[in-house]
C-alpha cells in the first residue's frame, strides 16, 4: 500500500479555504492569492485540472500551526516588531518625499 492510500488527504478547495483561514468572515479571494504570491511559506495549490486549485489540508493546518508557534516564540515577535517599525519609518519618509514635490496650489486672479 503507498503512503498516499495509507493517509487521507482532504483537498480544499478556494471557497473552504477562505472560509477556514477567515473565521467568522471569510478571507477574501484576493487576500488569498496576495498571501500566496507574498509569503514563499504559505502552501502552494495544486491543479486537479485548469482553474480548479486545491488545497492540501495537512499542509493548511501545519502553516497555521507554525504561525502560532511564532506568534508565541519571543524572538520572532521581536523580530516582527522591527520590520513593523523599519516599514512604518518608510511609510514616513515616503510621505515626506511626496509632500516636498507636490505642487502648490497658488490663487490666480482671475481677468474678466
Known sequence: MSDLQATS???LDVAQLCA???GKRP???STLWRRIRRDPNFPQP???WDGAPRFVEDEIDAYIARKIA???DPACTAAQ???VQRREQ???EARARAQKLKPRRTRQ???R
Do not use: T
Request: hydrophobic share 35%; charged share 40%.
Open 20 to 22: 477556514r483561514l477567515g
Open 81 to 83: 516588531c522591527e520590520r
Open 70 to 72: 511564532e506568534r508565541d
Open 27 to 29: 478571507l477574501n479571494r
Open 9 to 11: 488527504l482532504r483537498a
Open 90 to 92: 518608510q511609510v514616513g
Open 109 to 111: 486672479a482671475r481677468s
Open 46 to 48: 495544486f491543479y486537479l
